[in-house]
């Protein structure tokens, strides 16, 4: 399996950012749509983000207009740029493969932790 990097987490005041990467591989950057997912304690995962590898970007509808997914290609990498952030936004972020195909292949990542205080 092809496993998945992330980094960029760390804990911030509500209304600060933070920038998300989950580096992969040059054929996953290329083939597969890439989703950050995040999962808080006691909650079940959601899906935050997804992007396509045409670019074809998805949010949920409590990120749309702060948080902004986005390929890198300078170190194929999947960037999420969040913004205006807020305690709810606290959770264990990760990134996995979204589309059939890749996830049967790709591992997701272990995780990188977002701390938002109020």
């Known amino acids: 399996q092809v496993p998945l990097v992330e980094s960029g987490g760390g804990s911030v005041q509500a209304g600060g950012s933070l920038k998300l990467s989950c580096h992969v591989s040059s054929f996953v950057f290329r083939r597969c749509t890439i989703g950050w997912y995040r999962q808080a304690p006691g909650r079940e995962g959601e899906l935050v983000s997804s992007?396509?590898?045409?670019?074809?970007?998805t949010y949920v509808d409590s990120v749309k207009g702060r948080f902004t997914i986005f390929h890198e290609n300078t170190d194929n990498t999947v960037k999420l740029q969040m913004n205006s952030l807020t305690a709810a936004d606290t959770a264990l972020y990760y990134c996995?493969?979204?589309?059939?195909?890749?996830?049967?292949?790709?591992?997701r990542g272990r995780g990188t932790q977002v701390t938002v205080s109020s």
């Open positions: 996995a493969a979204v589309d059939d195909y890749c996830s049967g292949f790709v591992k």
């Open positions: 992007i396509s590898s045409d670019g074809t970007a």
